[in-house]
């Protein structure tokens, strides 16, 4: 089957080899741009007390990629009795590349997943900081303020629409891995298309407005993504 891969440059090498190893023969276009946002000096004078933190978390291997770039400029020694953790295994790979040891949830791979770790569950008098894109969900930082955090949030960039997207004729099966992804593609998906869908959330945004096959991945990570597709 010829599969659509949506995710943004640079990160789709993985899943696209994996469709291949599977029999399928796979293409790229991605749904949304990432583009990096400056670092103020209000954002860095919060990243210069990472040691007051109980936890840092990165809700994307993009987050991860840009708030650790900040962070090295100013920590040449990583603060220690912090928490590092990851949304999944590409956030927790791309930290583990600036020498951190990330927690990440054994399955699930989203803000409900990460909201059950050990680590977040007594937050009084303590402080967390979320680092992410400019747009997202807002539940991890409402739940962990309600936990009795002060929770701080820092966005490293943007995602915009990819005004160059293209779904080919040809393609049976699209990949989404986000409502905001699926937003900004919908319109160029045909009915006649299958969607692999992210999770029950991103799977029921797709559905509002599709009317092909939509099927749910137990998550975004890659091995999911593949085994939500029917057999080739």
């Not at 905001?180 to 029921?204: D, I, L, M, N, Y």
Request: hydrophobic residues 50%; charged residues 20%.
């Amino acid at each position: 089957m010829r599969v659509l891969v949506t995710r943004p440059q640079g990160q789709q090498d993985a899943l696209m080899d994996a469709l291949v190893a599977a029999g399928h023969e796979p293409c790229h276009c991605p749904a949304l741009l990432i583009e990096p946002l400056p670092v103020s000096d209000g954002d860095r004078r919060v990243l210069m007390d990472l040691d007051q933190f109980h936890a840092v978390f990165f809700a994307s291997a993009n987050a991860a990629r840009l708030a650790l770039a900040a962070m090295a400029d100013l920590w040449p020694q990583w603060p220690v009795g912090v928490h590092w953790l990851a949304v999944g295994q590409a956030t927790a790979a791309e930290m583990e590349r600036w020498h951190l040891q990330p927690t990440l949830p054994d399955s699930g791979f989203n803000s409900e997943a990460v909201l059950a770790l050990p680590c977040l569950q007594s937050l009084e008098e303590r402080k967390v900081l979320l680092c992410r894109g400019e747009t997202g969900r807002e539940l991890l930082a409402k739940e962990l303020a309600q936990r009795g955090a002060e929770v701080v949030s820092l966005s490293f960039y943007r995602r915009r629409a990819n005004p160059d997207f293209h779904c080919p004729a040809d393609v049976d099966w699209v990949m989404i891995t986000s409502v905001e992804s699926w937003q900004s593609v919908a319109a160029q998906v045909p009915a006649t298309c299958g969607v692999v869908a992210a999770g029950a959330r991103v799977a029921s945004a797709v559905s509002a407005q599709h009317p092909g096959l939509v099927r749910v991945a137990a998550s975004a990570h890659d091995d999911d993504m593949l085994a939500a597709l029917p057999a080739p």
